[in-house]
């Protein structure tokens, strides 16, 4: 039997584990384990385990079985130690050394990346950029996450923190992440005179017609196709994968994003470019981090 390796996607509300074959599909997803519940990282390792240890169970398998577990988090992280750095929804994990401690605890080799990183490698390996040999990945969610895959690897950059572009700073006063994330839409809307406390209902108000609705897309959309030019013009890559809970309201903000995109992009790109939705859902974290996992 081939071996299998498992992926697994910490977030600031569930942690996420997958068990994923040497073909890069989902074999079994594990039940989420409620972030919120755990108050260390020793305890996240156990509760993650526990979860793995039973879908390995249940599909008449056993660790002996695994090549590996491939992790991805927020960051920014010490790659070289395997520590998270700083993550604002996770503060348990800051300074732990949580590729040691979770191959320690498994019995088995482990990889850690930033989560940008392995949605990137996930889409770019077996979803929608597959085959592509330069690959930028978008995350819109809560933050505005990047990774860059070239010729099927992640690059990390000489510090491991290539890609953390969304903390850059944009215009007079903040960053790209303040204009380009969940909040961003919700501060931008309110700004124009609207009222909403999630993406959904902004996106529900714009299926209606709403004029301050779909106004607020359409910033959100020009903003976001600007931060994407700049990493075209840097990198030229064939396709950008975006992914994440915004890509819902692609309707809404991709005229906007493509238009300003176009604008700021030289004549070679914007006729080659590929901008597209992640083909993998909600499971690219999940299988972009078994990816890091080696097989041989």
Not at 38 to 63: C, F, H, K, P
Not at 87 to 94: A, G, K, S, Y
Not at 137 to 146: P, S
Request: charged share 20%; glycine share 14%; aromatic share 6%.
């Amino acid at each position: 039997m081939s071996k299998l390796a498992v992926g697994i996607d910490i977030g600031g509300t569930f942690i996420k584990a997958g068990l994923v074959g040497p073909d890069l599909k989902l074999r079994q997803q594990c039940t989420p384990v409620p972030s919120e519940s755990l108050s260390n990282g020793d305890e996240l390792i156990a509760a993650t385990l526990a979860v793995i240890d039973e879908a390995l169970a249940s599909s008449g398998n056993s660790r002996s079985d695994l090549a590996g577990i491939g992790i991805g988090c927020p960051g920014p992280l010490d790659l070289s130690k395997g520590m998270v750095l700083e993550t604002e929804n996770i503060f348990m994990l800051n300074g732990f050394p949580l590729r040691e401690r979770f191959a320690e605890t498994a019995g088995v080799p482990v990889w850690l990346d930033n989560d940008a990183n392995v949605f990137a490698l996930g889409e770019a390996r077996a979803g929608a950029a597959r085959g592509a040999r330069y690959v930028v990945g978008v995350t819109l969610g809560t933050g505005l996450g990047w990774g860059i895959v070239l010729d099927g690897e992640t690059y990390h950059g000489a510090t491991g923190t290539a890609a953390e572009y969304g903390l850059s700073a944009w215009g007079p006063s903040g960053n790209w992440e303040d204009h380009v994330s969940i909040r961003g839409l919700l501060n931008t809307f309110k700004e124009l005179g609207g009222s909403a406390d999630s993406p959904q209902k902004v996106s529900d108000l714009a299926d209606r017609g709403d004029q301050l609705a779909l106004r607020a897309w359409r910033e959100y959309g020009t903003v976001l196709g600007l931060a994407i030019s700049h990493a075209v013009n840097l990198l030229d890559p064939h396709v950008v994968v975006l992914g994440g809970a915004m890509v819902q309201a692609w309707k809404h903000f991709g005229p906007a994003m493509m238009e300003s995109l176009n604008e700021h992009i030289f004549t070679l790109p914007r006729a080659q470019l590929k901008v597209v939705p992640a083909e993998l859902g909600n499971q690219a974290a999940l299988i972009g981090a078994a990816c890091q996992v080696k097989w041989q």
